[in-house]
């Protein structure tokens, strides 16, 4: 869906109240921030309760958008606090949630009905089937991919139901938004849940940064981007200075406004205010082999240090008409002669006895403002004032406080929430399944006996499985190609379809599969299952982030067997690290001589394994007291010996001989 106005809105991003100021200032159409829960990036300094009530108002006395990110994943038990929060924020007047979560979606969706919802990049849309999916679960905008090309932006956004946002300029991540489990699954820090140490940025083996990208920036294509028709421009940032939200909103506010790229001045102002040694473009270009490597260096950090400024908060000049007449409540207007106006009543007066009110003293203390983000000088307050009157100090600093506080205040009708944790049967199939990454697979003999068994779409031999599992990333432009691969398959063999993304699932039911969610739909909570369920899916393959016992309250499968994949990436790493000869011999080593097996994925792209093989087969008496009777096997880089011997490992529950893995609902890589 196009946007309705001639330019997209320029969003701009929060930590703290100095940096809302320096967004507004700055000349953003709307800013983000995140509160003290449920935001994706949890060591900012993020706003409390009073501190968004106050944003909000800033915000919109100057006619600027506030939304609130809750996108991270969420709980069961967590689930009546989200919606709670999603009710405060309603009140308060938040314009829209950014939001990742399947299962907040619904509840959200149910309790606060009218409150906007913006799906987060978590939610990993990369494409239009992904984008309308979002739509019908109740979100009016989808911030897309950051890996998505000009081409892909613009054909989804004419496509889509939905508004369309992308990023604009900031940070990269590696891997793709919400399908990193590096943080959480190496360092027991879950990026999904807000709490990301980005190993990524850390050197690996040999003091090099293999994973560290320069950050996005289109500064050069203002032009294109305003003709795509996209709804909202992202900066990212929410963990940067004041100065950092002001220069870059200042600049690319100029830039909208007058439809060109960036100067040779600008780009050196953007890259002061923050740089990993430049800045990309390569992801819009279609390029993505040409997104370079970068790191923060001393000149860097020296530069932004250099370029510093404060940005003091503006007042909204309003105008005043004031009433004080005998035996009549006095009455004080406010107005910013742009259509806004409010009235307020306030004590009757008194007959004086002696010093009656003058015009010049109620125009003084009415004008100031104070602790408010209202400027009112007395030139500007239009007073009928009775002789011999008397009001006391107090009301007439009632009268002005209660004027200020209505002229402010944008909240709405309280909705009460009196939530309580439904139970409804999930009716969770027991299958167990298993996986075989890579686009060369072998089905080895001694696996057959699995429910589902999933190989690639692409892989060519799909000799004794009766599933295929669909590329965890499809781009618009490849859409064609998967649909023509799916509809070349032989559905007497292949029954099952492994979906990655909730857009997926749509394409899935087009070719009658029975639909198997995988684990990168980040299901945590019941509702995202029962919302998964209520779409198609057969069988639900769970987080690897969530402990046994919270699987068993959802029902779905966990992952007992294989290297989890923590990273897939746009860019081929195992091009930069081997060459494409080496394409299923290549692994990242960190410092601590960990070494990470990478193997090709569609199209081109890398997935980054684990060091370590999740493992639960001598654990069987900890998952029947959990009462988890689903079980997913993932083999990437096993060869069938290694196969063999991990399936009779854990048919006869013993440990892996020689091997340090990881446990199921253990943040660390501990036994």
Partial sequence: ?????????????????????????????????????????????????????????????????????????????????????????????????????????????????????????????????????????????????????????????????????????????????????????????????????????????????PLSLKDLSYAAHIPALIESGVASLKIEGRMKSPTYVYTVTSIFRRLLDEGRGATAEEWEALKRAFSRGGFTDGYLKGKPQSVELGIRSEENKAESRQGEVEVLPSRKKVFSTVKILRNTPAE????????????????????????????????????????????????????????????????????????????????????????????????????TTAQFLGMNPTVSQDARGFDAIFVSLFAEDKTGANGVYLPPVIMESELSQVREALSAIDKEKIKYALVSNIGQIALAKEFSFDIVCDFRLNVTNRFAYKTLSELGALHIILSPEITLPQARDIGGGVIVYGRIPLMITERCFMKDNGGCGRCSNVSLEDRMGERFPMIREFEHRSLILNSKITYMGDRRQLLDKNRIGSYHFIFSTENEEKIKTALLSFKSGKPLSDRDVRRVGRRKNNK
Avoid at 36 to 63: P, Q, S
């Fill in 1 to 209: 869906m196009k946007r309705k106005n001639s330019l997209p809105e320029l969003l701009a991003p929060a930590g703290s109240f100095d940096a809302l100021v320096a967004a507004v200032e700055g000349g953003a159409d709307a800013v983000y921030v995140g509160g003290k829960r449920f935001g994706a990036r949890a060591f900012a300094k993020n706003f409390d309760n009073d501190e968004l009530t106050r944003a909000v108002r800033y915000c919109h006395i100057h006619g600027v958008k506030l939304y609130v990110t809750v996108n991270t994943l969420v709980l069961d038990l967590e689930m009546k606090e989200v919606v709670e929060y999603a009710a405060f924020l309603w009140k308060i007047g938040v314009d829209a949630l950014i939001i990742a979560d399947l299962g907040a979606i619904r509840e959200i969706r149910r309790y606060v009905p009218l409150l906007p919802l913006h799906a987060s990049t978590q939610m990993s849309v990369h494409n239009s089937f992904g984008a309308d999916e979002a739509a019908a679960l109740g979100c009016e905008r989808v911030v897309l991919a950051r890996e998505c090309s000009l081409a892909d932006i613009t054909e989804i956004t004419a496509k889509s139901k939905p508004e369309i946002e992308i990023f604009l300029h900031g940070a990269l991540c590696v891997c793709h938004s919400g399908q990193c489990l590096f943080s959480s699954m190496v360092g027991g820090r879950s990026g999904n849940r807000g709490e990301c140490a980005q190993p990524c940025r850390l050197p690996f083996a040999g003091g090099k940064y």
């Fill in 332 to 431: 004080m207007t406010l107005s910013d002669g742009e259509g806004k106006e409010v009235t307020v009543i306030g004590q009757i007066p008194a007959e004086a006895e002696n010093s009656p009110l003058t015009e010049s003293g109620v125009k003084d203390r009415l004008s100031k403002m104070g602790n408010t983000f209202l400027a009112l000088v007395p030139e500007d307050i239009i007073l009928t004032l009775d002789d011999g009157l008397n009001l006391p100090p107090s009301a007439l600093n009632a009268l002005r406080r209660a004027a200020a506080d209505e002229f402010e205040d944008t909240s709405r009708a309280e909705i009460s929430v009196d939530y309580t944790l439904p139970v409804f049967s999930l009716g969770a199939r027991k299958m």
